[in-house]
């Protein structure tokens, strides 16, 4: 099965509202894919993603980050999404890392988060990451083998005290 990271567009607009309303339908946690929760017209959060992506119009509470869309190429269909942070902010050294990604509910345990994690590994090396630190909320089994199963190393957990979680924190070595 060929999965793709590609970027955003208005070419998939209607697969962004179906993998948002699945998610919402769902009631499940949408991580690494910004406020999509929040943005019904899927135009504004492709904006969204385009003034995140560089230091000139990233939000001032946010860092430069690079938002993927992870499609089967055999029916164009979006299955996950993947965010790619260039570097920390306090929030995200402590607790929310490098990375953070999700895969629409109807697609889960196909092995998916495993490969879109591995297939963004090349795109850190090339904006110049040594290590990258994936976290995952100590529940959340399905998250902590993605990261074991792409070389994650446990490093600490830590109590983030907003969400009322205990986040295990990973680095991944990229040399
Ligand atoms: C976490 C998530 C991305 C996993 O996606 P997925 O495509 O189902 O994961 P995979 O199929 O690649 O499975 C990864 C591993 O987790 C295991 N797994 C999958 N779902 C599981 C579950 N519900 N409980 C326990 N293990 C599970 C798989 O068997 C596999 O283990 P293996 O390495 O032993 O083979 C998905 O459940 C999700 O989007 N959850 C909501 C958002 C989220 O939690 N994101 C991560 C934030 S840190």
Redesign the pocket.
């Known amino acids: 099965m060929k999965l793709i990271l590609k970027t955003p567009t208005a070419q998939y607009s209607d697969e962004i509202a179906s993998f948002r309303e699945e998610f919402l339908q769902d009631g499940?946690?949408?991580?690494?894919c910004y406020n999509l929760r929040g943005l019904k017209n899927p135009n504004d959060w492709i904006k969204y993603c385009d003034d995140c992506s560089k230091m000139e119009t990233v939000p001032a509470h946010w860092v430069v980050s690079t938002q993927f869309i992870y499609v089967r190429e055999c029916d164009d269909r979006i299955?996950?999404m993947i965010q790619i942070r260039h570097y920390f902010n306090e929030f995200l050294e402590k607790y929310g890392g490098h990375i953070?990604?999700?895969?629409?509910?109807s697609?889960?345990?196909?092995?998916?988060?495993?490969?879109?994690l591995r297939d963004c590994l090349p795109y850190c090396r090339k904006i110049g990451l040594k290590k990258i630190l994936?976290?995952?909320?100590d529940s959340?089994?399905?998250?902590?083998?993605?990261?074991?199963?792409n070389g994650g190393t446990y490093e600490s957990t830590v109590f983030y005290a907003k969400a009322g979680v205990n986040l295990e924190r990973y680095w991944i070595d990229l040399i």
């Open positions: 499940s946690s949408m991580d690494g299955v996950g953070g990604y999700c895969v629409r509910p697609e889960r345990k196909k092995g998916y988060a495993k490969q879109m994936v976290s995952c909320i959340n089994e399905a998250s902590r083998k993605t990261i074991v199963s």
